[in-house]
């Protein structure tokens, strides 16, 4: 159980810690100096075998706040100190909505220096504390009083935290290791150190891990959990890792970076879909109103973007964005505090929803109803219950769901979405390291839009063997990755929807014919071609014959090639397909009496020139008749063109 304190600078935290284990948390010079808590400070007490026990001590002044901010993340338990003399004060507000905001639940509150009052001034800051209490999740939190001084209470408060941790249970690691790096600091005879609380996962001594955003890949040589040696950690541990690779250093990493797992491949991160809700004596916040931004352990500046109105008023809550200045790491369900430019006022908070949000579309109903829909399962906690937003995404979304991106930002593997896709009655279409998933009825829709498709490219072109498939990717559903309908394409050919020829696909029935305008003009072409079978005219000869421009013959004569009348020898050149037949004949012929075919006695035999010769030659060359070694060719495939 990891225990964060939190109320007003002087209120004796850092005393009452030292009281409960015997550990000063204040670490630092001036922190001695000034008797002023600066920096985070832990302590870890022995409790008792196999209950593990941790403090983690923050600064109680405004103006490290944001120490405070970094030291909260990874608290479970609150034990919120208030002075007997003070009262409430406006730190004590302050933390406490952090605390909320963050998501915090469970907790006790210490009333402290009760030896410097008299009864009646503990009966009223008890009462003050039960009405600030009363509409948060600490309502029902016992009050203990104590005085570090003395030792009155001390015993009751120990007693009370340290059955609370022998009772709390270990909560099950779910995701990828995810730590975010509050400390970092050189060991002699041991390197880098990292020191966190590890937000998901599991880590063991001798793991590859991976520094955010650096992107380098480090192992880690050692770690400690909650400041005892051990051989691994998971989520809910405060950690430190010994860390060693090519290029790691100090300079490498700071406060706010993130160590993880190697697998879990998360791009930077400028924008984020974020559900808000903002304080109640906050002042109201416009779109595009500037802030700061706490996350994990690092603060960041930025733009607050709306996406359910253009203001968003005290004690409201809505869908937005954190339009963030530096890229940030980010993951479902990760709380975060929003405070002014100035960073002097907190004005809310919330929970990351989307770490990968859309460029355009971002208020459609759609986009809307599933960011609420992750916002829900997101409230109750991992592990996440991701089938109510994917229910909604399967029905609402033609293109799909990209279960890539939804399984890195819920920190989840893919297959086990794509199992709970199927599990809801979707279907899972994986290619190329892609997976995205459908509804059975957007499945269906698309594949009739295949078929449709094709069906009209044979009206429009019946002398096509059919339609390419890159083509058809792009006719029919261009806002698609091309695998996905390559792969639906392969379905339809599985089931006999389809037909393949080489690199077209084409529906069974299909059989390749000429229009009627293209049947009538090659009966006037063929002729021309046939006078001079070895020699035939271009296609900028027929013109003149013709009477008709170019590309008009030349989009006739290819259609006929692909009905097998024609052989396409070179662009412009046009053999009937006896005339080749007849060529690959004198070929073999040649080879036969020489051992080998040569261009010139080639050219001989055809009674062409050598130019084209060579250029009909490398036409069997390339359909894989023949083989040219050096100036010689031999025949390779000998009964092709019998």
């Known amino acids: 159980m990891i225990v964060g304190t939190a109320g007003h600078v002087d209120h004796g935290k850092t005393a009452l810690i030292q009281r409960l284990t015997g550990i000063d948390t204040d670490r630092l010079k001036e922190e001695k100096a000034r008797g002023l808590t600066i920096e985070p400070g832990f302590a870890y007490p022995e409790v008792a075998d196999g209950v593990e026990l941790g403090f983690v001590d923050v600064p109680g002044h405004a103006r490290f706040l944001h120490h405070m901010l970094a030291g909260s993340a990874g608290v479970d338990t609150v034990l919120l100190v208030v002075a007997a003399d003070d009262g409430v004060m406006p730190q004590t507000v302050e933390h406490l909505q952090i605390l909320t ?113 650096a992107g380098l890949t480090a192992r880690v040589r050692g770690l400690r959990r909650q400041h005892r040696a051990g051989e691994w950690a998971q989520q809910g541990d405060r950690v430190a890792l010994n860390l060693a690779g090519a290029g790691i250093s100090r300079d490498a990493i700071q406060r706010g970076d993130w160590i993880m797992a190697e697998s879990l491949e998360t791009p930077p ?66 709380r975060f505090v929003i405070r002014d430019p100035g960073g002097r006022l907190t004005l809310g908070g919330g929970m990351v929803l989307d770490g990968d949000p859309p460029r355009r579309g971002q208020r459609r109903p759609e986009r809307l109803a599933w960011l609420s829909a992750l916002a829900e399962c997101a409230a109750a906690g991992p592990p996440f219950d991701l089938d109510p937003p994917l229910r909604q995404a399967l029905r609402q979304r033609p293109i799909g769901v990209d279960l890539g991106a939804v399984a890195r930002n819920a920190n989840i593997d893919v297959a086990e979405l794509s199992e709970r896709v199927e599990a809801l009655g979707g279907r899972v279409i994986a290619t190329q390291g892609q997976a995205r998933a459908f509804s059975r009825e957007t499945v269906a829709t698309l594949e009739a839009r295949l078929l449709e498709a094709v069906a009209a490219n044979h009206a429009r072109d019946p002398s096509m063997l059919g339609t390419e498939r890159a083509r058809l990717a792009r006719q029919t ?166």
Do not use: N
């Open 477 to 642: 559903m261009p806002e698609l990755p091309e695998p996905v309908c390559r792969e639906l394409l392969a379905a339809l050919v599985d089931r006999g929807a389809l037909a393949t020829h080489g690199p077209f696909v084409a529906l069974p029935e299909h059989r390749t014919v000429l229009s009627d305008a293209d049947e009538a003009l090659w009966q006037r072409l063929e002729p021309l071609i046939a006078t001079a079978p070895f020699q035939p005219p271009r296609v900028r000869d027929m013109v003149a014959a013709a009477d008709l421009d170019e590309e008009r013959i030349r989009r006739t004569l290819v259609a006929s090639a692909r009905l097998g009348r024609l052989y396409q020898v070179r662009r412009d050149h046009f053999y009937l397909a006896e005339t080749v037949v007849e060529m690959a004949a004198i070929v073999k012929t040649l080879e036969d009496m020489h051992g080998a075919v040569r261009a010139a006695e080639f050219r001989d035999r055809i009674g062409t020139g050598r130019k084209l010769a060579i250029h009909i030659l490398e036409f069997f060359d390339r359909v894989g008749y023949t083989r040219r070694r050096g100036d010689e060719r031999y025949i390779r495939q000998a009964g092709m063109w019998q």
């Open 269 to 334: 991160l400028r924008r984020l879909d974020v559900q808000l809700q903002l304080l109640d004596d906050a002042p109201s916040v416009k779109h595009w109103a500037p802030i700061h931004a706490h996350l994990g352990v690092t603060r960041l500046c930025g733009r607050l973007s709306l996406l359910e109105g253009q203001r968003l008023a005290p004690g409201e809550g809505m869908l937005g964005q954190l339009v963030l200045d530096t890229p940030v790491h980010a993951c479902l369900g990760d």
């Open 101 to 213: 905001l963050l998501g915090l639940s469970r907790g006790m509150v210490a009333l402290t220096k009760i030896d410097r009052v008299d009864a009646e001034r503990r009966r009223q800051v008890r009462d003050e504390i039960t009405a600030l209490l009363a509409e948060t999740p600490l309502a029902e939190a016992p009050i203990i009083e104590v005085s570090s001084h003395s030792g009155e209470g001390v015993d009751e408060l120990r007693d009370r935290l340290w059955t609370a941790a022998a009772m709390q249970r270990q909560t099950p690691a779910h995701g990828r290791f995810r730590l975010a790096v509050d400390r970092v600091f050189t060991k002699a005879g041991a390197g880098l150190v990292v020191t966190g609380t590890a937000f998901a996962g599991c880590v063991s001594q001798g793991d590859e891990v991976r520094l955010v955003p």
